[in-house]
């Protein structure tokens, strides 16, 4: 089983940067496909970015599509989402999740095992 901590939520203006980050402990981390997700108050979980367990193959919903991206060290057991441009519409909670795969290198937001306890994102001035 993979443990997940994300970190580096906080309080950003509009039009700023902000860096998340997504610690796993267990093993085999490069066996895993990553996701983040994020919920808003009053709305439901939303997926907006996947990456392979290569790093190679990357989706992004078009909510996010040009403004974030999403990268993995695997030698450092880390999932990183980098997002710019951000809107106050991008206030939530972000989570990252992780699923095992087999030989296929792609990635997909569905059917996650392994979720971290979030990090809150507050885009205001």
């Known amino acids: 089983q993979l443990r997940l901590v994300e970190s580096g939520g906080g309080l950003v203006q509009p039009g700023g940067s902000l860096r998340l980050s997504c610690v796993a402990s267990?093993?085999?981390?490069?066996?895993?496909?990553l996701s983040w997700f994020r919920q808003a108050p009053g709305k439901e979980r939303e997926g907006i970015t996947c990456?392979?367990?290569?790093?190679?193959?990357?989706d992004y919903a078009d909510s996010v599509k040009g403004r974030f991206t999403i990268s993995r060290d695997n030698a450092r057991n880390t999932v990183y989402l980098q997002m710019n441009n951000l809107k106050p519409e991008d206030t939530a909670v972000y989570y990252c999740?992780?699923?095992?795969?087999?030989?296929?290198?792609?990635?997909?937001?569905?059917?996650?095992?392994?979720w971290g306890k979030g990090t809150l994102v507050t885009v205001s001035s």
């Open positions: 999740a992780a699923r095992s795969t087999g030989l296929a290198d792609y990635c997909t937001t569905d059917d996650m095992s392994n």
């Open positions: 267990g093993n085999r981390f490069d066996r895993y496909r």
């Open positions: 990456v392979s367990k290569s790093g190679s193959v990357k």
